[in-house]
Nanobody, 122 residues
Framework: VQLQASGGGLVQAGGSLKLSCTFS????????VGWFRQAPGVKREFVAG????????LYTDSVKGRFTVSRDRYKNMWYLQMNSLKPEDTAVYYC????????????????WGQGTPVTVSS
């Protein structure tokens, strides 16, 4: 299984970005996907997650109401729509997958993609 996050970039505060997570390789199975981020000098943190069938989504408090996680099962792609971005959202964003339940804990996830950087200017 290979994951690749994309869609990051530079945006002004208040703007939006949509991150994509492409899933390839062994794609059968019930994979939950989590989005994490890591800013320089800061511990990696959970941002959002979605169960394999989409019936459960999780968000860290700081992004609730601004970020939306979704999936397109037919394309094997997952998305993180980020609205009302703030400078404190600046980080490298990663998607991760696990053949199991969605979780806020990074150590649960088996597969990780390369990150995509997001920079929000004030």
């Amino acid at each position: 299984v290979q994951l690749q996050a994309s869609g990051g970039g530079l945006v002004q505060a208040g703007g939006s970005l949509k991150l994509s997570c492409t899933f390839s390789g062994r794609t059968f199975g019930s994979y939950a996907v989590g989005w994490f981020r890591q800013a320089p000098g800061v511990k990696r943190e959970f941002v959002a997650g979605i169960a394999w069938n989409g019936d459960l989504t999780l968000y860290t408090d700081s992004v609730k109401g601004r970020f939306t996680v979704s999936r397109d099962r037919y394309k094997n792609m997952w998305y993180l729509q980020m609205n009302s971005l703030k400078p404190e959202d600046t980080a490298v964003y990663y998607c991760a997958a696990v053949d199991g339940a969605v979780s806020i804990y990074g150590e649960v996830y088996t597969y990780w993609g390369q990150g995509t950087p997001v920079t929000v200017s004030s």
